[in-house]
C-alpha cells in the first residue's frame, strides 16, 4: 500500500531523531507557525491528497516553512468528539514515515524531513497520502478521508485561526466537569515513543501535557480502542485531594513506567510531581530563593529568571523525568481551579511571560494578576524580589512568615570570622532545592545529597589563600 512512496513508512521508525545537520527544510516549530487539524464532515472525497503551496521540490535547503496538516473524515459511526483523539494520533503515525520528523501538537508542531528523503525523492504529497493511510487503518471507523498540507504563509494563517477556534470549542466544554464528578480518570502512553518512562494522567481537571487531550477525548478514544494507548484508570483510593495522590494511579502509573515512578501528585510541584515528556505546552519551574513558582510557556524566546530558555529547563525534565521543582504541563491546565492547588495555585506564582499572562487574564485572580511581573517589568530575581514588594505579592507575607519561624526555632552559634571572610546577608531566608549533589569525602567517600533543601541565614565566603 506504500509501494510508489520512495521512503520506508513503518512504527520502526518512530522516535527517529533529525537533527539540524541531517535536515532538508524544517516546517513550524520556534522559527515560523503550524497547525494540525482533524474535522468530521459529511461529504469527504475519499483518497484526496492537496498541496496548497510550494512543494519539498521548490523549497531550499536549510530554509523554514509555515505548515498547516488539515485532515477532514467522514464515517457513519464517527462523532465529533473523536476528533481530539484522532488528530493526536498524527503525532504518532507521522513519524512511521522515516525521514519524516514530527514533534508536539495542535498549533505547536515542529517538523523536520531529512536530506536522504528528500535525495530518495520524498514530497509533501507522499506524507500526505502515507498520513491518510496510516489513519484509516488505526481507526476502521473512517471511511473518507482527504489529506490537504499547507504550506502558503497566507493560508496557514487562516487555517491556523480556524484550528485555534475547534481547540478552543474542545476546551471548553472539558471545563464543564472536575476531578470529583467522575469515577475514572484515563491513562496516556502515547509519547512513550519519546518518553519511555512518562505517563500521562488525564483527568476532568488536569488535560494533558500537550493540551490536545481532555477528559471527554479520552473517554470517546478508550471506548473506541480499549487496546490502545488511551485507556481507563480507576481512581482507587484517595490519598491526598490536595495533592492530587489516588492509590490506583500510583499503581498504574508504577507499572506503566516500568517501576520508574512510584509516586504521582497530579496537583503540585513538589515531592512527587507529573512525570514530563516532551510535548508539553508549559513549564512550571520553583523559584527557591523567593520560595515562589514560574510559569514559562513554549512559545517564550527569552531567559527565564533562572537564567535559561525554555528548550534548556524543557530539556532538564522531560523524557519521562520526574524532577522535584520542574513539571511540564498544559495552558488549559493553568484555566483550572485545581491548577497547583497543593502549592498555593497562583498565591505562589511570582513570574510569567506577558503574551502567556494576557491569555490567562480571565483565569487569574482579579486580585492577582497587576501583581505577577513578567518580562516587561522583571528578568532577574532581584527585579522579582523588588516588584512583589511594591505590589504587594502574598508571596512577601509567606516569605516573612518562613523567616519569623526559622529565627523562633534555630538557634545560631557565630564564629569569629577571619578578616579575609567576606559575608552576604539577605532580608529573605535563602531557600536551595537540590535534587541531586554529590559532595566529596575523605578517604574515597561520596556524600550524595536527594531532594535536600538548604536553610541559610548567613552565606560566608572565604577568599583561598593560595
Same mark, same amino acid.
Given at each position: 500500500?506504500?509501494?510508489?512512496?520512495?521512503?520506508?513508512?513503518?512504527?520502526?521508525?518512530?522516535?527517529?531523531?533529525?537533527?539540524?545537520?541531517?535536515?532538508?527544510?524544517?516546517?513550524?516549530?520556534?522559527?515560523?507557525?503550524?497547525?494540525?487539524?482533524?474535522?468530521?464532515?459529511?461529504?469527504?472525497?475519499?483518497?484526496?491528497?492537496?498541496?496548497?503551496?510550494?512543494?519539498?521540490?521548490?523549497?531550499?535547503?536549510? #530554509? @523554514?516553512?509555515?505548515?498547516? !496538516?488539515?485532515?477532514?473524515?467522514?464515517?457513519? &459511526? *464517527?462523532?465529533? $468528539?473523536?476528533?481530539?483523539?484522532?488528530?493526536?494520533?498524527?503525532?504518532?503515525?507521522?513519524?512511521?514515515?522515516?525521514?519524516?520528523?514530527?514533534?508536539?501538537?495542535?498549533?505547536?508542531?515542529?517538523?523536520?524531513?531529512?536530506?536522504?528523503?528528500?535525495?530518495?525523492?520524498?514530497?509533501?504529497?507522499?506524507?500526505?497520502?502515507?498520513?491518510?493511510?496510516?489513519?484509516?487503518?488505526?481507526?476502521?471507523?473512517? #471511511? @473518507?478521508?482527504?489529506?490537504? !498540507?499547507?504550506?502558503?504563509?497566507?493560508?496557514? &494563517? *487562516?487555517?491556523? $485561526?480556524?484550528?485555534?477556534?475547534?481547540?478552543?470549542?474542545?476546551?471548553?466544554?472539558?471545563?464543564?466537569?472536575?476531578?470529583?464528578?467522575?469515577?475514572?480518570?484515563?491513562?496516556?502512553?502515547?509519547?512513550?515513543?519519546?518518553?519511555?518512562?512518562?505517563?500521562?494522567?488525564?483527568?476532568?481537571?488536569?488535560?494533558?501535557?500537550?493540551?490536545?487531550?481532555?477528559?471527554?477525548?479520552?473517554?470517546?478514544?478508550?471506548?473506541?480502542?480499549?487496546?490502545?494507548?488511551?485507556?481507563?484508570?480507576?481512581?482507587?483510593?484517595?490519598?491526598?485531594?490536595?495533592?492530587?495522590?489516588?492509590?490506583?494511579?500510583?499503581?498504574?502509573?508504577?507499572?506503566?513506567?516500568?517501576?520508574?515512578?512510584?509516586?504521582?501528585?497530579?496537583?503540585?510541584?513538589?515531592?512527587?510531581?507529573?512525570?514530563?515528556?516532551?510535548?508539553?505546552?508549559?513549564?512550571?519551574?520553583?523559584?527557591?530563593?523567593?520560595?515562589?513558582?514560574?510559569?514559562?510557556?513554549?512559545?517564550?524566546?527569552?531567559?527565564?529568571?533562572?537564567?535559561?530558555?525554555?528548550?534548556?529547563?524543557?530539556g532538564q525534565c522531560s523524557g519521562g523525568k520526574q524532577v522535584e521543582g520542574f513539571t511540564g504541563l498544559s495552558i488549559e491546565y493553568m484555566k483550572s481551579p485545581k491548577f497547583l492547588q497543593a502549592d498555593g495555585g497562583y498565591q505562589r506564582i511570582i513570574w510569567m511571560p506577558l503574551e502567556l499572562k494576557e491569555?490567562?487574564?480571565?483565569?487569574?485572580?482579579?486580585?492577582?494578576?497587576?501583581?505577577?511581573?513578567?518580562?516587561?517589568?522583571?528578568?532577574?530575581?532581584?527585579?522579582?524580589?523588588?516588584?512583589?514588594?511594591?505590589?504587594?505579592?502574598?508571596?512577601?507575607?509567606?516569605?516573612?512568615?518562613?523567616?519569623?519561624?526559622?529565627?523562633?526555632?534555630?538557634?545560631?552559634?557565630?564564629?569569629?570570622?577571619?578578616?579575609?571572610?567576606?559575608?552576604?546577608?539577605?532580608?529573605?531566608?535563602?531557600?536551595?532545592?537540590?535534587?541531586?549533589?554529590?559532595?566529596?569525602?575523605?578517604?574515597?567517600?561520596?556524600?550524595?545529597?536527594?531532594?535536600?533543601?538548604?536553610?541559610?541565614?548567613?552565606?560566608?565566603?572565604?577568599?583561598?589563600?593560595?
Amino acid at each position: 500500500m506504500f509501494e510508489d512512496i520512495p521512503v520506508d513508512v513503518s512504527p520502526m521508525h518512530e522516535g527517529e531523531r533529525i537533527r539540524a545537520a541531517k535536515m532538508f527544510v524544517e516546517f513550524a516549530g520556534p522559527k515560523s507557525i503550524g497547525a494540525e487539524l482533524i474535522q468530521v464532515e459529511e461529504d469527504v472525497q475519499d483518497g484526496s491528497i492537496e498541496v496548497l503551496g510550494p512543494e519539498l521540490t521548490e523549497m531550499t535547503q536549510g #530554509e @523554514n516553512y509555515p505548515f498547516g !496538516i488539515s485532515v477532514k473524515i467522514q464515517g457513519e &459511526k *464517527l462523532e465529533k $468528539e473523536l476528533e481530539g483523539v484522532i488528530e493526536r494520533r498524527i503525532h504518532e503515525l507521522s513519524n512511521y514515515v522515516k525521514g519524516f520528523m514530527h514533534l508536539n501538537q495542535r498549533d505547536q508542531i515542529w517538523c523536520r524531513v531529512s536530506q536522504e528523503a528528500h535525495e530518495a525523492g520524498f514530497t509533501l504529497s507522499h506524507f500526505g497520502k502515507a498520513l491518510s493511510i496510516l489513519l484509516k487503518e488505526d481507526f476502521p471507523l473512517i #471511511e @473518507n478521508i482527504a489529506v490537504t !498540507i499547507i504550506t502558503e504563509e497566507s493560508e496557514v &494563517k *487562516l487555517f491556523l $485561526e480556524t484550528a485555534r477556534s475547534a481547540y478552543d470549542y474542545r476546551d471548553a466544554r472539558a471545563r464543564e466537569l472536575s476531578d470529583e464528578d467522575v469515577d475514572v480518570f484515563y491513562g496516556c502512553t502515547m509519547c512513550q515513543s519519546f518518553a519511555p518512562t512518562h505517563v500521562c494522567v488525564v483527568t476532568p481537571d488536569r488535560t494533558a501535557l500537550c493540551g490536545a487531550i481532555n477528559w471527554f477525548d479520552c473517554r470517546a478514544a478508550a471506548r473506541m480502542d480499549p487496546e490502545g494507548p488511551i485507556f481507563e484508570l480507576e481512581k482507587g483510593e484517595v490519598i491526598d485531594s490536595e495533592k492530587g495522590e489516588y492509590s490506583n494511579v500510583n499503581a498504574t502509573v508504577s507499572e506503566k513506567s516500568q517501576g520508574t515512578t512510584e509516586r504521582v501528585y497530579l496537583h503540585s510541584l513538589f515531592e512527587y510531581p507529573h512525570t514530563s515528556c516532551g510535548c508539553f505546552e508549559a513549564v512550571a519551574f520553583y523559584i527557591p530563593e523567593l520560595d515562589g513558582i514560574g510559569l514559562v510557556n513554549r512559545d517564550f524566546r527569552g531567559q527565564t529568571p533562572l537564567g535559561i530558555p525554555f528548550s534548556t529547563m524543557a530539556g532538564q525534565c522531560s523524557g519521562g523525568k520526574q524532577v522535584e521543582g520542574f513539571t511540564g504541563l498544559s495552558i488549559e491546565y493553568m484555566k483550572s481551579p485545581k491548577f497547583l492547588q497543593a502549592d498555593g495555585g497562583y498565591q505562589r506564582i511570582i513570574w510569567m511571560p506577558l503574551e502567556l499572562k494576557e491569555s490567562l487574564r480571565e483565569f487569574i485572580p482579579e486580585d492577582l494578576y497587576d501583581k505577577i511581573p513578567t518580562e516587561e517589568n522583571a528578568e532577574s530575581i532581584k527585579d522579582i524580589r523588588k516588584y512583589l514588594r511594591e505590589n504587594e505579592h502574598p508571596i512577601m507575607e509567606r516569605l516573612s512568615q518562613t523567616k519569623d519561624s526559622n529565627e523562633e526555632t534555630t538557634e545560631i552559634t557565630e564564629l569569629d570570622a577571619p578578616s579575609d571572610f567576606t559575608e552576604w546577608e539577605d532580608d529573605t531566608t535563602p531557600v536551595a532545592y537540590l535534587p541531586e549533589m554529590s559532595v566529596p569525602g575523605s578517604d574515597g567517600v561520596r556524600i550524595i545529597l536527594k531532594n535536600a533543601r538548604v536553610y541559610a541565614e548567613k552565606v560566608i565566603i572565604k577568599k583561598e589563600r593560595k
